[in-house]
């Protein structure tokens, strides 16, 4: 063993002998805890740095109506819960789905979106289009898709479809954002084709589930802000059609009873056509009150029980039928008064409004 070595093994022997002298006091056991004992074995809570994490769902958690939905769903139920309908139209080529990559699953998506908006968590009911297909000949369905309006009757009387939300979903390179599918939407009254209000929107390409669901929900919340607004606050007058009288005369005499009924602002007479023997006149009534209730007035202002019978009378429309002859009387007081006498003097006059019904003129 070299000089070194020698010398480094008693440096470190006497090193071991003044440590194990200065340790005067010998070890002690200490007891370990079975593994059984919970007690010994608390686990230390630590703050993750990301704070507390919450379970991430793939699909986003419905919540309450916005104050723009409970305000439609108010106003639709104090329109007597017209009756509404979703159709889209979506493009007519092929080759438009092959440019933006898209199926028409795609666009039926956006019909889907809008129903789902529109019926704020199942409060509106929706009617499905499907059944538009099923009554309508296939021409007139495409013609409904197309947004003509003649075919709107039919939906009313066939399905009694009150209010058609009409979508249109074609791909523009106009949008401020880039490649997108504009959005055009119309809400029309099917009794009259009257436009109840009306929405656009660009939605981005591509069209994934959150593009679609924001751009239809932005749509969706212009129309149900102007439906409120005309059902609740707007002049939305009851459609009275009047059937089976036997001449022009006779519709424009109802017509001036019908002003006369309490509760009716304004009347607007929106054509009355006549044959040979019939005539058909439709008039807008601006009323407060609901369209059973005019009818009764309406009964009342003429005076009579029978002659004239309401068929139908559904949301805001009423089909009036005349079935008899009536006698409608108007009377006519005339007040003279001579200050130098002092006399007064009333006229009165009643006036006889014959009318009769299809075919007895």
């Not at 003509?148 to 979903?169: E, I, R, Y």
């Amino acid at each position: 063993m070299n000089a070194i070595g020698k010398y480094g093994m008693i440096v470190i022997s006497f090193g071991i002998a003044a440590l194990m002298g200065g340790c005067a006091q010998p070890l002690q056991n200490v007891a370990v805890p079975s593994p059984s004992d919970r007690s010994a074995y608390q686990p230390i809570p630590y703050e993750k740095p990301m704070g507390p994490q919450q379970p991430v769902s793939a699909y986003p958690v419905e919540s309450g109506p916005t104050p723009v939905q409970s305000a439609f769903v108010a106003a639709w139920q104090a329109q007597r819960d017209p009756r509404l309908m979703v159709v889209v139209q979506p493009p007519q080529h092929a080759q438009t789905y092959t440019n933006i990559h898209a199926t028409p699953d795609d666009f039926d998506a956006i019909g889907l979106a809008m129903i789902g908006d529109l019926s704020v968590n199942g409060r509106v009911d929706i009617q499905s289009s499907a059944m538009a297909q099923k009554v309508l000949n296939r021409e007139s369905f495409l013609r409904l898709q197309n947004g003509d309006s003649a075919v709107l009757p039919l939906l009313k009387h066939q399905l009694n479809t009150d209010v058609v939300v009409m979508m249109k979903a074609e791909p523009t390179a106009q949008s401020s954002t880039g490649p997108a599918v504009r959005l055009l939407a119309e809400v029309v009254s099917t009794t009259d084709a009257r436009i109840l209000a009306s929405s656009q929107e660009d939605m981005p390409l591509p069209m994934t589930r959150s593009t679609i669901k924001q751009a239809t929900g932005y749509v969706a919340n212009r129309l149900m802000q102007q439906l409120t607004g005309v059902w609740l606050g707007g002049f939305n007058p009851i459609t009275v059609r009047i059937y089976h009288a036997a001449t022009v005369d006779d519709v424009l005499k109802i017509e001036h009873f019908v002003q006369k009924v309490p509760g009716v602002s304004q009347v607007i007479d929106r054509g009355i056509t006549g044959a040979a023997n019939t005539a058909y006149g439709e008039l807008a009534v601006g009323y407060n009150g609901a369209p059973d209730e005019f009818y009764s007035e309406l009964k009342q202002e003429l005076g009579v029980s029978t002659g004239l019978k309401a068929t139908d009378i559904q949301n805001n429309t009423i089909d009036l039928q005349i079935t008899g002859p009536m006698i409608l009387r108007t009377t006519t007081i005339k007040t003279v008064t001579k200050t130098r006498t002092q006399t007064n003097t009333t006229i009165k006059t009643v006036n006889d409004n014959p009318i009769m019904p299809a075919g007895n003129n």
